[in-house]
Protein backbone atom coordinates (compact mmCIF):
# COMPACT_ATOMS: atom_id res chain seq x y z
CA UNK A 1 0.00 0.00 0.00
CA UNK A 2 1.55 3.42 -1.01
CA UNK A 3 1.79 6.13 1.36
CA UNK A 4 -1.70 8.72 1.55
CA UNK A 5 -0.08 11.86 0.86
CA UNK A 6 2.45 12.94 -1.74
CA UNK A 7 4.43 15.63 0.33
CA UNK A 8 4.92 15.30 4.30
CA UNK A 9 6.69 17.23 6.84
CA UNK A 10 9.31 14.64 7.83
CA UNK A 11 10.19 11.27 6.36
CA UNK A 12 12.32 8.80 8.33
CA UNK A 13 14.18 5.90 6.93
CA UNK A 14 14.39 2.60 9.40
CA UNK A 15 12.02 1.68 11.73
CA UNK A 16 14.62 1.40 14.29
CA UNK A 17 14.67 2.47 17.88
CA UNK A 18 16.49 6.09 16.26
CA UNK A 19 14.36 6.26 13.71
CA UNK A 20 11.14 5.95 15.39
CA UNK A 21 12.21 8.09 17.63
CA UNK A 22 12.76 10.78 15.85
CA UNK A 23 9.28 10.14 14.18
CA UNK A 24 7.98 10.19 17.60
CA UNK A 25 9.21 13.32 18.46
CA UNK A 26 8.56 15.06 15.37
CA UNK A 27 4.96 13.64 15.60
CA UNK A 28 4.49 15.05 18.98
CA UNK A 29 6.09 18.54 17.54
CA UNK A 30 2.77 18.40 15.26
CA UNK A 31 4.59 17.33 12.50
CA UNK A 32 3.01 15.25 9.88
CA UNK A 33 5.70 12.19 9.53
CA UNK A 34 6.22 9.42 7.30
CA UNK A 35 7.84 6.28 8.51
CA UNK A 36 9.86 4.06 5.24
CA UNK A 37 11.00 0.73 6.71
CA UNK A 38 12.24 -1.71 4.15
CA UNK A 39 11.36 -5.04 5.56
CA UNK A 40 8.15 -6.05 7.49
CA UNK A 41 8.64 -5.11 11.16
CA UNK A 42 9.45 -2.46 13.40
CA UNK A 43 12.52 -2.63 15.79
CA UNK A 44 15.47 -3.18 13.84
CA UNK A 45 18.20 -4.68 15.94
CA UNK A 46 16.61 -3.09 18.93
CA UNK A 47 14.03 -5.44 19.35
CA UNK A 48 16.56 -8.76 19.59
CA UNK A 49 18.57 -6.80 22.23
CA UNK A 50 18.42 -5.92 25.90
CA UNK A 51 17.08 -2.77 25.79
CA UNK A 52 19.62 -0.78 27.77
CA UNK A 53 19.86 3.08 27.64
CA UNK A 54 23.49 4.72 28.74
CA UNK A 55 22.16 8.06 29.99
CA UNK A 56 24.58 10.14 32.65
CA UNK A 57 22.99 11.88 35.27
CA UNK A 58 19.36 11.06 34.41
CA UNK A 59 16.16 12.21 36.47
CA UNK A 60 15.26 8.58 37.24
CA UNK A 61 18.31 7.50 39.03
CA UNK A 62 18.52 10.60 41.21
CA UNK A 63 14.44 9.82 42.41
CA UNK A 64 16.58 6.35 42.90
CA UNK A 65 18.77 8.13 45.39
CA UNK A 66 21.31 7.26 43.62
CA UNK A 67 24.29 10.05 42.76
CA UNK A 68 25.63 11.00 39.49
CA UNK A 69 26.96 14.03 37.49
CA UNK A 70 27.64 15.34 34.03
CA UNK A 71 31.18 16.11 35.46
CA UNK A 72 31.43 12.49 36.70
CA UNK A 73 30.53 11.58 33.71
CA UNK A 74 32.85 13.64 31.53
CA UNK A 75 35.28 12.50 33.64
CA UNK A 76 34.80 9.17 33.19
CA UNK A 77 34.43 9.77 29.28
CA UNK A 78 37.46 11.01 29.36
CA UNK A 79 39.47 8.04 29.91
CA UNK A 80 36.89 5.91 28.09
CA UNK A 81 37.11 7.78 25.26
CA UNK A 82 40.21 9.01 25.10
CA UNK A 83 40.52 10.66 21.45
CA UNK A 84 39.64 14.45 20.69
CA UNK A 85 37.65 13.51 18.02
CA UNK A 86 33.30 14.13 18.46
CA UNK A 87 33.83 15.79 21.58
CA UNK A 88 31.55 18.11 21.01
CA UNK A 89 28.86 15.80 19.52
CA UNK A 90 29.75 13.83 23.29
CA UNK A 91 28.89 17.05 25.57
CA UNK A 92 25.43 17.47 23.45
CA UNK A 93 24.97 13.94 24.24
CA UNK A 94 25.73 14.33 28.21
CA UNK A 95 23.63 17.51 27.98
CA UNK A 96 20.46 16.29 25.93
CA UNK A 97 20.29 12.79 27.38
CA UNK A 98 18.59 13.61 30.36
CA UNK A 99 16.31 15.93 28.64
CA UNK A 100 15.67 13.32 25.49
CA UNK A 101 14.75 10.85 28.37
CA UNK A 102 12.19 13.19 30.13
CA UNK A 103 10.38 14.57 26.65
CA UNK A 104 9.98 10.89 25.79
CA UNK A 105 8.46 9.98 29.02
CA UNK A 106 5.93 13.12 28.77
CA UNK A 107 5.03 13.06 25.20
CA UNK A 108 5.39 9.11 23.76
CA UNK A 109 4.69 5.65 25.61
CA UNK A 110 8.31 5.05 26.24
CA UNK A 111 9.05 4.19 29.78
CA UNK A 112 12.34 3.66 31.42
CA UNK A 113 13.33 2.95 34.93
CA UNK A 114 16.97 2.74 36.47
CA UNK A 115 19.00 -0.26 36.77
CA UNK A 116 20.31 0.19 40.29
CA UNK A 117 22.98 -2.44 40.03
CA UNK A 118 24.74 -2.67 36.98
CA UNK A 119 28.39 -0.95 36.90
CA UNK A 120 30.12 0.89 33.89
CA UNK A 121 32.34 -1.54 32.15
CA UNK A 122 35.41 0.23 33.39
CA UNK A 123 34.23 0.57 37.31
CA UNK A 124 37.91 1.53 38.42
CA UNK A 125 38.15 4.86 36.29
CA UNK A 126 37.38 8.08 37.48
CA UNK A 127 33.92 8.95 37.01
CA UNK A 128 32.22 5.70 37.36
CA UNK A 129 29.22 4.39 38.35
CA UNK A 130 27.90 0.96 40.21
CA UNK A 131 24.63 1.69 38.61
CA UNK A 132 21.65 3.82 37.00
CA UNK A 133 22.93 5.23 34.73
CA UNK A 134 21.64 2.51 32.61
CA UNK A 135 18.24 2.85 32.14
CA UNK A 136 15.84 -0.75 30.98
CA UNK A 137 12.35 -0.26 29.43
CA UNK A 138 9.30 -1.04 31.43
CA UNK A 139 7.75 -4.35 30.41
CA UNK A 140 4.50 -3.74 28.30
CA UNK A 141 1.64 -5.57 27.22
CA UNK A 142 2.15 -6.28 23.48
CA UNK A 143 -1.68 -6.69 23.14
CA UNK A 144 -2.33 -2.42 23.27
CA UNK A 145 -0.88 -3.01 19.73
CA UNK A 146 -3.93 -4.91 18.54
CA UNK A 147 -3.18 -6.34 15.12
CA UNK A 148 -0.11 -4.49 14.82
CA UNK A 149 1.38 -6.87 17.23
CA UNK A 150 2.24 -8.62 14.38
CA UNK A 151 4.59 -5.57 12.90
CA UNK A 152 6.68 -5.65 16.16
CA UNK A 153 9.78 -8.14 15.08
CA UNK A 154 10.20 -10.92 17.44
CA UNK A 155 13.04 -11.31 19.79
CA UNK A 156 15.50 -14.17 18.96
CA UNK A 157 14.05 -17.42 19.51
CA UNK A 158 16.92 -18.65 22.16
CA UNK A 159 16.02 -15.57 24.40
CA UNK A 160 12.78 -17.08 24.80
CA UNK A 161 11.54 -19.56 27.12
CA UNK A 162 8.50 -22.64 25.75
CA UNK A 163 8.59 -21.00 22.39
CA UNK A 164 7.31 -17.58 23.29
CA UNK A 165 7.65 -16.30 26.31
CA UNK A 166 10.03 -13.20 27.35
CA UNK A 167 11.56 -12.88 31.09
CA UNK A 168 13.44 -9.97 32.42
CA UNK A 169 16.59 -9.83 34.84
CA UNK A 170 14.65 -10.32 37.82
CA UNK A 171 12.68 -13.74 36.62
CA UNK A 172 16.10 -15.09 35.77
CA UNK A 173 17.23 -16.21 39.39
CA UNK A 174 13.67 -17.43 40.42
CA UNK A 175 13.30 -19.30 37.46
CA UNK A 176 16.63 -21.30 38.18
CA UNK A 177 15.14 -21.65 41.78
CA UNK A 178 12.17 -23.54 40.48
CA UNK A 179 11.61 -26.56 43.04
CA UNK A 180 14.50 -25.13 45.14
CA UNK A 181 13.01 -22.02 46.58
CA UNK A 182 9.12 -21.51 47.88
CA UNK A 183 9.13 -18.09 46.58
CA UNK A 184 10.46 -18.59 43.62
CA UNK A 185 8.39 -21.85 42.39
CA UNK A 186 5.39 -19.28 42.97
CA UNK A 187 6.77 -16.30 40.96
CA UNK A 188 8.19 -19.15 38.27
CA UNK A 189 4.63 -20.83 38.38
CA UNK A 190 2.83 -17.08 37.90
CA UNK A 191 5.08 -16.32 34.90
CA UNK A 192 4.27 -19.68 33.43
CA UNK A 193 0.81 -19.57 34.28
CA UNK A 194 0.12 -15.95 32.52
CA UNK A 195 2.08 -16.91 29.69
CA UNK A 196 -0.33 -19.97 28.97
CA UNK A 197 -3.16 -17.18 29.11
CA UNK A 198 -1.25 -15.08 26.65
CA UNK A 199 -0.87 -18.23 23.89
CA UNK A 200 -4.47 -18.72 23.81
CA UNK A 201 -4.87 -15.45 21.97
CA UNK A 202 -1.26 -14.67 20.67
CA UNK A 203 1.35 -16.45 18.64
CA UNK A 204 3.94 -15.97 21.21
CA UNK A 205 3.80 -14.17 24.62
CA UNK A 206 2.60 -10.79 24.84
CA UNK A 207 4.91 -9.30 28.02
CA UNK A 208 7.66 -7.71 26.49
CA UNK A 209 10.60 -7.51 28.31
CA UNK A 210 14.10 -5.73 27.26
CA UNK A 211 14.62 -4.26 23.47
CA UNK A 212 11.39 -5.98 22.25
CA UNK A 213 9.57 -3.37 24.96
CA UNK A 214 11.27 0.02 24.25
CA UNK A 215 10.67 -0.79 19.98
CA UNK A 216 6.91 -1.92 21.11
CA UNK A 217 6.48 1.40 22.99
CA UNK A 218 8.07 3.81 20.39
CA UNK A 219 5.75 1.67 17.55
CA UNK A 220 3.00 2.33 20.15
CA UNK A 221 3.75 6.09 20.10
CA UNK A 222 3.87 6.29 16.19
CA UNK A 223 0.30 4.45 16.21
CA UNK A 224 -0.99 7.36 18.61
CA UNK A 225 0.04 9.79 16.85
CA UNK A 226 -1.12 8.88 13.86
CA UNK A 227 2.63 8.42 12.05
CA UNK A 228 2.19 6.81 8.90
CA UNK A 229 4.29 3.53 8.10
CA UNK A 230 5.46 2.15 4.89
CA UNK A 231 6.99 -0.88 4.99
CA UNK A 232 8.75 -3.49 2.62
CA UNK A 233 9.93 -0.69 0.55
CA UNK A 234 12.98 0.48 -0.46
CA UNK A 235 14.23 4.14 -0.86
CA UNK A 236 16.42 4.91 -4.29
CA UNK A 237 17.68 8.33 -3.63
CA UNK A 238 17.26 10.85 -2.04
CA UNK A 239 15.56 14.10 -3.62
CA UNK A 240 18.01 17.22 -3.71
CA UNK A 241 16.61 20.94 -5.07
CA UNK A 242 18.85 24.06 -4.26
CA UNK A 243 21.17 21.86 -2.48
CA UNK A 244 18.90 21.00 0.07
CA UNK A 245 16.87 17.18 0.80
CA UNK A 246 13.52 17.56 0.37
CA UNK A 247 12.10 13.99 -0.27
CA UNK A 248 13.09 10.51 -1.45
CA UNK A 249 12.60 8.33 -4.59
CA UNK A 250 11.28 4.84 -3.30
CA UNK A 251 10.07 1.54 -5.29
CA UNK A 252 7.21 -0.47 -3.35
CA UNK A 253 6.52 -3.67 -5.06
CA UNK A 254 7.25 -2.95 -8.80
CA UNK A 255 6.06 0.89 -8.39
CA UNK A 256 8.50 3.72 -8.10
CA UNK A 257 7.36 7.52 -6.59
CA UNK A 258 9.11 10.64 -5.45
CA UNK A 259 7.46 12.08 -2.17
CA UNK A 260 8.41 14.98 -0.79
CA UNK A 261 9.06 16.25 2.67
CA UNK A 262 8.79 19.96 3.78
CA UNK A 263 10.92 19.80 6.27
CA UNK A 264 14.01 17.02 5.97
CA UNK A 265 14.77 13.51 6.29
CA UNK A 266 16.35 11.38 8.93
CA UNK A 267 18.54 8.64 7.97
CA UNK A 268 18.65 5.93 10.56
CA UNK A 269 18.91 2.64 8.38
CA UNK A 270 20.90 0.62 10.69
CA UNK A 271 24.24 0.59 9.66
CA UNK A 272 26.25 -1.51 7.66
CA UNK A 273 26.57 -4.65 9.91
CA UNK A 274 25.36 -7.34 6.53
CA UNK A 275 27.05 -5.47 3.58
CA UNK A 276 30.30 -7.08 2.41
CA UNK A 277 32.09 -4.61 0.89
CA UNK A 278 31.89 -2.19 3.04
CA UNK A 279 32.71 -4.34 6.33
CA UNK A 280 36.05 -5.40 4.01
CA UNK A 281 36.81 -1.42 3.46
CA UNK A 282 36.96 -0.97 7.29
CA UNK A 283 36.75 -4.20 9.47
CA UNK A 284 39.92 -5.85 10.08
CA UNK A 285 40.43 -9.05 7.90
CA UNK A 286 39.99 -11.52 11.56
CA UNK A 287 36.72 -10.19 12.47
CA UNK A 288 35.22 -12.34 9.47
CA UNK A 289 31.78 -11.50 8.42
CA UNK A 290 29.40 -12.49 11.32
CA UNK A 291 27.02 -9.89 12.77
CA UNK A 292 24.27 -10.26 15.76
CA UNK A 293 22.75 -7.22 14.29
CA UNK A 294 19.15 -8.19 11.57
CA UNK A 295 19.86 -9.03 8.12
CA UNK A 296 18.16 -5.16 7.08
CA UNK A 297 21.77 -3.46 8.21
CA UNK A 298 23.25 -3.32 4.89
CA UNK A 299 24.67 -0.06 4.95
CA UNK A 300 21.14 1.79 3.19
CA UNK A 301 21.60 4.95 4.92
CA UNK A 302 25.36 5.74 4.02
CA UNK A 303 25.17 4.62 0.33
CA UNK A 304 22.16 7.63 0.41
CA UNK A 305 24.10 10.44 2.32
CA UNK A 306 27.16 9.69 0.71
CA UNK A 307 25.77 9.72 -2.78
CA UNK A 308 24.06 13.11 -1.67
CA UNK A 309 27.62 14.42 -0.51
CA UNK A 310 27.80 13.46 3.12
CA UNK A 311 31.32 12.79 4.93
CA UNK A 312 31.78 9.78 6.97
CA UNK A 313 33.34 9.69 10.22
CA UNK A 314 36.10 7.56 10.80
CA UNK A 315 37.98 8.73 13.81
CA UNK A 316 36.83 5.83 15.62
CA UNK A 317 39.20 3.51 17.15
CA UNK A 318 37.38 0.23 16.25
CA UNK A 319 35.00 0.25 13.41
CA UNK A 320 32.14 -1.84 15.00
CA UNK A 321 31.07 -2.39 18.65
CA UNK A 322 31.68 -6.27 19.22
CA UNK A 323 30.17 -9.90 20.85
CA UNK A 324 31.42 -13.35 20.96
CA UNK A 325 29.30 -15.19 19.18
CA UNK A 326 27.88 -18.92 18.57
CA UNK A 327 26.68 -20.65 15.58
CA UNK A 328 24.16 -23.16 14.93
CA UNK A 329 21.34 -24.19 12.66
CA UNK A 330 17.66 -23.96 14.03
CA UNK A 331 14.99 -26.27 13.13
CA UNK A 332 13.96 -24.94 10.45
CA UNK A 333 17.31 -24.67 8.91
CA UNK A 334 18.12 -20.95 8.90
CA UNK A 335 21.62 -20.17 11.31
CA UNK A 336 21.53 -18.86 14.73
CA UNK A 337 23.94 -16.30 15.78
CA UNK A 338 24.28 -16.08 19.91
CA UNK A 339 25.61 -13.19 20.98
CA UNK A 340 27.56 -14.40 24.72
CA UNK A 341 27.38 -11.22 26.29
CA UNK A 342 26.15 -11.39 29.88
CA UNK A 343 24.74 -15.26 30.76
CA UNK A 344 27.74 -17.51 30.77
CA UNK A 345 31.06 -16.00 29.98
CA UNK A 346 31.74 -14.28 33.82
CA UNK A 347 30.16 -17.23 35.70
CA UNK A 348 32.41 -19.16 37.84
CA UNK A 349 33.73 -22.43 35.89
CA UNK A 350 34.38 -21.51 32.31
CA UNK A 351 37.28 -20.37 30.59
CA UNK A 352 38.20 -19.67 27.09
CA UNK A 353 41.00 -20.59 24.83
CA UNK A 354 42.60 -19.94 21.76
CA UNK A 355 43.90 -22.40 18.84
CA UNK A 356 46.97 -22.97 20.93
CA UNK A 357 44.76 -24.30 23.69
CA UNK A 358 45.66 -21.53 26.06
CA UNK A 359 43.93 -18.68 27.69
CA UNK A 360 44.03 -15.21 25.93
CA UNK A 361 41.70 -13.09 28.06
CA UNK A 362 39.96 -12.15 31.08
CA UNK A 363 36.53 -13.95 30.84
CA UNK A 364 34.23 -11.72 32.98
CA UNK A 365 35.33 -8.29 30.41
CA UNK A 366 32.86 -6.56 28.61
CA UNK A 367 31.96 -8.27 25.74
CA UNK A 368 33.47 -5.32 23.42
CA UNK A 369 36.98 -6.10 25.18
CA UNK A 370 36.57 -9.81 24.54
CA UNK A 371 36.18 -9.64 21.55
CA UNK A 372 39.11 -6.78 21.05
CA UNK A 373 41.20 -9.59 22.70
CA UNK A 374 40.21 -12.12 20.25
CA UNK A 375 41.15 -9.87 17.60
CA UNK A 376 44.70 -9.36 18.67
CA UNK A 377 45.05 -12.89 19.91
CA UNK A 378 44.38 -13.84 15.83
CA UNK A 379 47.45 -11.56 14.60
CA UNK A 380 44.73 -10.74 11.84
CA UNK A 381 44.45 -13.98 10.75
CA UNK A 382 40.65 -14.73 9.57
CA UNK A 383 38.48 -17.55 10.86
CA UNK A 384 41.15 -18.27 13.49
CA UNK A 385 39.04 -20.81 16.53
CA UNK A 386 38.43 -19.75 20.06
CA UNK A 387 36.57 -21.91 22.53
CA UNK A 388 34.39 -21.57 25.30
CA UNK A 389 35.26 -24.55 28.08
CA UNK A 390 33.56 -25.95 30.95
CA UNK A 391 32.67 -28.94 33.36
CA UNK A 392 28.90 -30.97 33.41
CA UNK A 393 28.57 -29.25 36.74
CA UNK A 394 28.34 -25.34 34.61
CA UNK A 395 26.65 -26.34 31.49
CA UNK A 396 23.74 -27.56 33.84
CA UNK A 397 23.97 -24.45 36.54
CA UNK A 398 24.38 -21.78 33.94
CA UNK A 399 24.08 -23.45 30.58
CA UNK A 400 26.40 -22.79 27.57
CA UNK A 401 25.40 -20.06 24.62
CA UNK A 402 21.56 -20.96 23.70
CA UNK A 403 21.81 -24.00 25.74
CA UNK A 404 19.35 -23.13 28.87
CA UNK A 405 20.30 -24.09 32.41
CA UNK A 406 18.78 -27.38 33.20
CA UNK A 407 18.81 -29.02 30.18
CA UNK A 408 18.14 -32.53 30.78
CA UNK A 409 19.38 -33.67 27.40
CA UNK A 410 22.23 -31.87 25.19
CA UNK A 411 22.83 -34.90 22.82
CA UNK A 412 21.23 -32.53 19.47
CA UNK A 413 23.80 -30.04 20.53
CA UNK A 414 26.68 -32.93 20.04
CA UNK A 415 25.03 -34.41 16.88
CA UNK A 416 25.11 -30.91 15.83
CA UNK A 417 28.69 -29.71 16.51
CA UNK A 418 27.42 -27.08 18.25
CA UNK A 419 28.78 -28.66 21.37
CA UNK A 420 31.68 -30.86 22.03
CA UNK A 421 32.00 -33.38 24.46
CA UNK A 422 34.08 -35.88 25.88
CA UNK A 423 35.15 -37.61 29.28
CA UNK A 424 38.73 -36.46 29.39
CA UNK A 425 40.10 -32.46 28.76
CA UNK A 426 43.26 -34.91 26.83
CA UNK A 427 39.64 -36.12 24.68
CA UNK A 428 38.58 -32.98 24.42
CA UNK A 429 41.57 -31.03 23.12
CA UNK A 430 41.88 -33.58 20.46
CA UNK A 431 38.48 -33.28 19.37
CA UNK A 432 39.26 -29.35 19.10
CA UNK A 433 42.77 -29.96 16.80
CA UNK A 434 44.55 -28.57 19.84
CA UNK A 435 47.55 -30.51 21.55
CA UNK A 436 45.81 -32.14 24.19
CA UNK A 437 49.20 -30.85 26.64
CA UNK A 438 48.59 -27.83 25.75
CA UNK A 439 44.85 -27.49 27.39
CA UNK A 440 45.55 -29.85 29.91
CA UNK A 441 48.34 -27.51 31.26
CA UNK A 442 45.89 -24.49 30.53
CA UNK A 443 42.90 -26.37 32.73
CA UNK A 444 45.38 -27.35 35.57
CA UNK A 445 46.92 -23.93 35.79
CA UNK A 446 43.56 -22.46 36.28
CA UNK A 447 42.50 -25.45 38.28
CA UNK A 448 44.93 -24.68 40.57
CA UNK A 449 43.90 -21.81 42.51
CA UNK A 450 40.59 -21.70 41.19
CA UNK A 451 39.07 -23.47 44.47
CA UNK A 452 40.38 -20.13 46.94
CA UNK A 453 38.43 -17.86 44.01
CA UNK A 454 41.87 -16.30 42.77
CA UNK A 455 43.02 -15.94 38.66
CA UNK A 456 46.12 -14.82 38.89
CA UNK A 457 46.37 -14.85 35.63
CA UNK A 458 44.27 -12.22 34.20
CA UNK A 459 42.36 -10.93 37.41
CA UNK A 460 38.59 -12.73 36.60
CA UNK A 461 36.39 -11.23 39.28
CA UNK A 462 38.68 -8.10 39.84
CA UNK A 463 36.07 -5.09 39.35
CA UNK A 464 32.49 -5.08 40.69
CA UNK A 465 31.51 -5.21 36.96
CA UNK A 466 32.62 -8.47 36.26
CA UNK A 467 31.17 -9.50 39.70
CA UNK A 468 28.33 -8.33 38.87
CA UNK A 469 27.89 -10.75 36.07
CA UNK A 470 29.44 -14.04 38.25
CA UNK A 471 27.18 -15.82 40.68
CA UNK A 472 27.14 -14.25 43.49
CA UNK A 473 26.56 -17.62 45.39
CA UNK A 474 29.50 -18.62 44.86
CA UNK A 475 32.03 -17.56 47.62
CA UNK A 476 34.63 -16.30 47.65
CA UNK A 477 34.61 -14.94 43.70
CA UNK A 478 31.07 -15.16 41.76
CA UNK A 479 32.95 -15.43 38.71
CA UNK A 480 35.80 -18.43 39.82
CA UNK A 481 35.26 -22.23 40.09
CA UNK A 482 37.34 -25.20 38.92
CA UNK A 483 37.11 -27.12 35.98
CA UNK A 484 36.84 -30.69 37.32
CA UNK A 485 33.63 -32.75 36.56
CA UNK A 486 33.46 -34.96 33.30
CA UNK A 487 32.30 -35.05 30.53
CA UNK A 488 33.89 -31.98 29.85
CA UNK A 489 32.99 -29.51 26.67
CA UNK A 490 33.33 -26.71 24.26
CA UNK A 491 31.68 -24.42 22.11
CA UNK A 492 33.52 -22.44 19.12
CA UNK A 493 33.31 -18.77 18.97
CA UNK A 494 33.81 -16.14 16.88
CA UNK A 495 34.05 -12.10 16.70
CA UNK A 496 30.66 -10.55 15.74
CA UNK A 497 29.60 -7.01 15.72
CA UNK A 498 26.53 -5.70 17.92
CA UNK A 499 26.60 -2.52 15.08
CA UNK A 500 28.91 -0.45 13.29
CA UNK A 501 30.68 2.71 14.91
CA UNK A 502 31.55 4.31 11.55
CA UNK A 503 28.56 6.53 10.38
CA UNK A 504 28.27 10.17 9.17
CA UNK A 505 29.41 12.71 10.42
CA UNK A 506 26.90 14.84 12.14
CA UNK A 507 26.87 18.70 14.19
CA UNK A 508 24.72 18.47 17.12
CA UNK A 509 21.78 18.84 15.71
CA UNK A 510 22.31 15.87 14.07
CA UNK A 511 22.51 17.41 10.77
CA UNK A 512 24.68 15.18 8.09
CA UNK A 513 27.75 17.07 7.20
CA UNK A 514 29.43 17.25 4.01
CA UNK A 515 33.33 17.07 4.18
CA UNK A 516 33.70 20.68 4.80
CA UNK A 517 31.96 20.84 7.64
CA UNK A 518 28.81 22.47 6.27
CA UNK A 519 25.61 20.93 7.12
CA UNK A 520 23.34 19.36 3.86
CA UNK A 521 20.80 20.94 4.45
CA UNK A 522 17.33 18.61 5.16
CA UNK A 523 19.06 15.55 5.70
CA UNK A 524 19.82 14.04 9.22
CA UNK A 525 21.45 11.14 10.36
CA UNK A 526 21.13 8.80 14.04
CA UNK A 527 21.16 5.69 15.30
CA UNK A 528 23.91 3.63 13.75
CA UNK A 529 23.80 5.52 10.29
CA UNK A 530 25.21 8.35 12.41
CA UNK A 531 29.00 7.89 13.51
CA UNK A 532 29.77 6.79 16.63
CA UNK A 533 30.44 9.33 19.31
CA UNK A 534 31.90 7.01 21.70
CA UNK A 535 34.20 6.35 18.56
CA UNK A 536 34.23 3.08 18.71
CA UNK A 537 35.10 2.66 22.37
CA UNK A 538 32.21 1.06 24.83
CA UNK A 539 32.11 2.63 28.22
CA UNK A 540 29.22 0.90 29.50
CA UNK A 541 26.44 -1.07 28.84
CA UNK A 542 23.58 0.71 26.35
CA UNK A 543 25.95 3.15 24.60
CA UNK A 544 24.52 2.44 21.22
CA UNK A 545 20.76 3.25 22.51
CA UNK A 546 21.58 5.84 24.50
CA UNK A 547 22.97 8.22 21.76
CA UNK A 548 20.37 6.21 19.14
CA UNK A 549 17.39 8.27 21.37
CA UNK A 550 19.36 11.28 22.56
CA UNK A 551 20.12 12.59 19.10
CA UNK A 552 16.65 10.71 17.14
CA UNK A 553 15.24 13.26 19.67
CA UNK A 554 17.43 15.85 19.21
CA UNK A 555 16.77 15.41 15.09
CA UNK A 556 13.23 15.44 15.82
CA UNK A 557 13.22 18.93 18.07
CA UNK A 558 15.27 20.93 15.17
CA UNK A 559 13.14 19.80 12.36
CA UNK A 560 9.93 20.45 14.45
CA UNK A 561 11.79 23.63 15.26
CA UNK A 562 12.59 24.92 11.42
CA UNK A 563 14.92 26.65 12.58
CA UNK A 564 18.71 27.27 10.76
CA UNK A 565 21.29 27.46 13.31
CA UNK A 566 24.62 29.84 12.53
CA UNK A 567 27.25 28.31 11.23
CA UNK A 568 29.38 29.82 14.34
CA UNK A 569 26.87 27.58 16.48
CA UNK A 570 27.31 24.24 13.62
CA UNK A 571 31.14 24.95 13.87
CA UNK A 572 31.44 24.93 17.30
CA UNK A 573 29.09 21.50 17.68
CA UNK A 574 31.27 19.39 15.14
Avoid at 475 to 484: G, L, Q, Y
Avoid at 534 to 554: D, K, Q, V
Wanted: include cysteine; charged fraction near 20%.
Amino acid sequence: MMPAHETYDVIVIGAGAGGMTAAAVAAAEGLRVLVIEKTAFVGGTTAWSGGMVWIPANAQMREAGLSDSVTHAVQYLASTVPEPGNAGLRAAFLARGPEAIAYLEANTEVRLQPVKAYPDHYPERLGATAGGRVLEPVAFDGTRLGASFARLRPPLPEFMLFGGMMVNRLDIPHLRKLGKSFRSTLWSLRLISQYALERLRSPRGTTLHLGNALAARLYASLRARQVEMLFSADVQDLVVAGGRVNGVTIRHGSRDRTISARRGVVLATGGFSHDAPLRKRFFPTAAGYISATTPAATGDGLRLATAGGATLNLEATSPAYWVPASLFRRADGSRGVFPHMVTDRAKPGVIAVNAAGRRFVNEAQSYHEFVLAMLRDGNGEPDRPFYLICDRNFLWTYGLGRIKPFTWSYRRYVRSGELIEAESIARLAERMSIAPSSLAATIADYNAHAPEGRDPEFGRGSTIYQRHLGDINRKPNPCVAPIERAPFFAMRIYPADLGTAIGMKVDAHARVLREDGAPIAGLYACGNDMGSIMNGNHPGPGITLGPALTFGYIAGRHLAEGATVSTSAAAASA
